[in-house]
């Protein structure tokens, strides 16, 4: 089942500490996306990349800062800026839409702030 | 701005009953439609798109502009179906590629 991963599956901070999740994928997608899961709620995009080098602000963009130095990575940093960090992280990726559009899921870590 | 609604948290359904769940969308374009399916301890992963109008594991959905719906039917429940079920629409970013918005999720338990 690989794909994309996510590591690690289980992440615990102390408040205030930066915290940075990773991403990986090896379909040769260009797009990729973080998003946030917490119940009830749905899932929420954080920050979404469109290409290499270049990223754009999703719905819930405060706190959290990506980079995309690389097609296959995309980590997402959770900053002690983030006022409700604990939830689950879920990293996706994608084809452009003419190459026939689905994400794809990976994973995702549960992170913990305390 | 675009929405997503899924009016229902949670859902249960007896095994061979019918089952419907719901999925209301808000957007000034030409919306493009999908449910997405999250089994136990699995990932999440599409499971049908409006635009291929095709059926899958007996799932159908049928866009209608007039009530902007989509909601996911299937005639005859089964087991397996259990699981936690999302709404998403796309919605046109740079580029082409199409960031979703997703609803809240329904969570449909079947019944034995």
């Known amino acids: 089942d690989g794909g994309i991963t996510q590591s690690p599956k289980y992440l615990f901070r102390k408040e205030g500490q930066n915290v940075t999740l990773s991403c990986e994928q090896n379909?040769?997608?260009?797009?990729m996306y973080w998003y946030r899961q917490d119940p009830g709620q749905g899932l929420r995009l954080i920050y979404y990349?469109?290409?290499?080098?270049?990223?754009q602000k999703g719905d819930i963009a405060e706190g959290y800062s990506v980079s995309r130095e690389k097609k296959e990575s995309f980590p997402l940093t959770v900053t002690s800026a983030q006022k409700n960090p604990t939830a689950f992280y879920l990293c996706?990726?994608?084809?452009?839409?003419?190459?026939?559009?689905?994400?794809?899921f990976g994973p995702g870590t549960r992170l913990t702030v305390t | 701005a675009q929405r997503v609604t899924q009016p229902e948290k949670l859902l249960s359904v007896f095994k061979g009953a019918p089952v419907e769940l719901k999925c209301n969308y808000s957007?000034?374009?030409?919306?493009?439609l999908f449910w997405y399916v999250q089994y136990s301890r699995q990932r999440l992963q599409l499971l049908l798109r409006?635009?291929s109008r095709e059926s899958i594991k007996g799932f159908t959905a049928d866009l209608n502009k007039g009530e902007t719906s989509f909601h996911l039917k299937k005639p005859f429940a089964q087991e397996e179906d259990s699981a936690m079920y999302y709404c998403?629409?796309?919605?046109?970013?740079?580029?082409?590629?199409?960031?979703?918005?997703f609803g809240t999720g329904t969570r449909l338990t079947i019944i034995p």
């Open positions: 996706a990726s994608s084809q452009p839409k003419g190459q026939g559009y689905e994400q794809y």
């Open positions: 379909l040769n997608h260009d797009a």
């Open positions: 990349s469109q290409i290499v080098n270049d990223f």
């Open positions: 957007y000034s374009g030409s919306p493009e």
């Open positions: 409006h635009i």
């Open positions: 998403a629409l796309s919605g046109r970013a740079n580029f082409g590629n199409e960031k979703l918005t």
